[in-house]
Every structure is written in structure tokens, then in C-alpha cells.
């Protein structure tokens, strides 16, 4: 920017114009981003649409939690087993009225809910990132790692959304130790809170059913390896690398590394898992702007003038 004079300055930097600046696409091909990402948005839409009226047989995963019996969740129920639900009884419960619709507009839906969690993480970049082999597989396959991504990037702001990763793939919660770290005891006690207020209305509707999932995850969550290369790492491994890694994190002010966490945190590793890394670009943008308010602004001395020469 120049005032009238023709001088040239830096702009002092503030948490406005620093998000504005990191929403600004650098690269020559940035133009096309807004046309990609529009026609991504739309283009998963109309692939949860042709989901709900029957017409592609996708969405694997969402049969498992629209099948679940919210009183009787845990019949039958073995890794890698077709409709095989392993969450806790409170998440079937919370969707109970879903159960209720026909399974197409379940699936069209849930789909269709998959790729607005993408669009809001990605922002600009949604065309690229549907093209990344996790992304459009989770869409394809309807799991719950965008809601993931969703729960950690608002759970920095409103903590009571990591409920949703604990009572459901448990493990990647790990990242509640960030609260811990960084002595943040209010939020942890509202994590733990509101997990707790939430599994004692389950727990009310049907006591027995928090035994049977914890002999789910204990006995009948494990086994050989059906994932393949993606399961090669057991998480006994994996889950104090990721515990790590949020300690890190949490010391160094990198909110991104979160999700990198929650990923290696994963019960199991299936290709798909790791499209809860989508939630590191909100989350990297959010870290640069607070690192940018935190520097002094950087201010270009005047220009000499004729007098000076």
C-alpha cells in the first residue's frame, strides 16, 4: 500500500489482516482454486444425492451405524465383520431418530454431511483435497474422520467436543492432553464433563450396554491384520508416539500436530484415517495468524528524500 505521497509501508499486522493474508491463495494456479472448490462441493453433493435415491451402492460404513440397534448394539460383533459397530452405546443413541429413515436417504444424508465437514475444513482448497485418495474414500465409504477433524478444530474453542472423539474411536482423544500440558484445567474439566454428562444419560437408558462395549473394544476389537499395510503398526506402538507429539505441541503452540496425532492414534489405521489431516489446514492457518499478531509489526523506514541526497 502508498499514501498519497507516493511513500511506501508495511501495514502493522493484526489478527484480521493476517487470516485475511493466509486465506490468500500464493500460487500462480490460486485462481482456479475458487472455480475447483465449487465444483468439488458440488460434485459431492450430487454424489450423496445419487447415494440417497438408491442409484450407487456406497457408503459401507454409515450401514453399520444406521443398522446398530441402539439397544442392542454389540450383537455379533467382530472386526472387519460387515455392519460390525464397535462406538459406544451413547453415539447410536444420539442418532437414534436416523435409524428411523430408509437407508438410502440415511446414506445421502450422511454423505452429503461428510462433504459440507470437508468444505468447511479445506476452505478454498476443497477441489484439491476431494482428490486426495483419503478424502474421497472417506466420502465414498462414509466413516465419521471428517466429524473427527470437525470435533478437534472446534474443540480448541469449545472443548466439549472432544466427547464426540472419545466416545467413539476413544484413542485419538489423546488429544485432550493438550489442555493438560498447557494447564488449561478449565477445558479438560469441560471435556470430561461433558463426556461424563453424556455417558450418564446413555447409561440411564440402558445400563448394560457399557459393559458389553467394553468387552467389545477388549476381546473382540482386535485380531489379525485386515488393513493391510495400513495395519502394519500395532497401536500399542503408535499411541505413546502420538501422545508425544501432543505434549510437543501443546509446548510449542503447533495446534496442527493434533490431528497428526489423533491419526496415529487411530484404533486401526485404514486408508481412509487419514483424512482427518485435513483439519491441519484450518489449524496451521489459525497458528500462523497468532504467530503474526504476536510479532512486532514490521515497519519500512521512509524513503530519503531530495533535502537528504
Sequence with gaps: MR???GDAYHRPVTSRTATLDLARPRIPAARFARPARDGAFLAGLAFAFLIGAGLLPFAVDAHAYWAANPLDPYSGAALA??????YSPAFTQAIWPLHWLPWPIFAGLWTAAIVVAFRWLSGLWLGLVMLLPPVFIEVAMGNIHAFIAVAIVVGFRWPATWAFVLLTKVTPGVGVLWF?????W???AIVLGATAAIVAVSFAIKPSLWAEWIDVLVNRSTGPNTAGIWGAIPLLARLPVAAILVVWAARTNRRWLVPV???????VMWPNSYSVMVAVIPLLAYDRARAAVAAPPVVAPPPASSADA
Excluded at 81 to 86: E, G, L, Q, S, T
Excluded at 261 to 267: E, F, R, T
Design 3 to 5: 499514501h498519497r505521497n
Design 81 to 86: 465383520d460387515f455392519d460390525a459397530y464397535f
Design 180 to 184: 493438560a500440558v498447557r494447564r488449561e
Design 186 to 188: 478449565r477445558n479438560l
Design 261 to 267: 496425532a489423533a491419526v496415529l492414534a487411530m484404533p
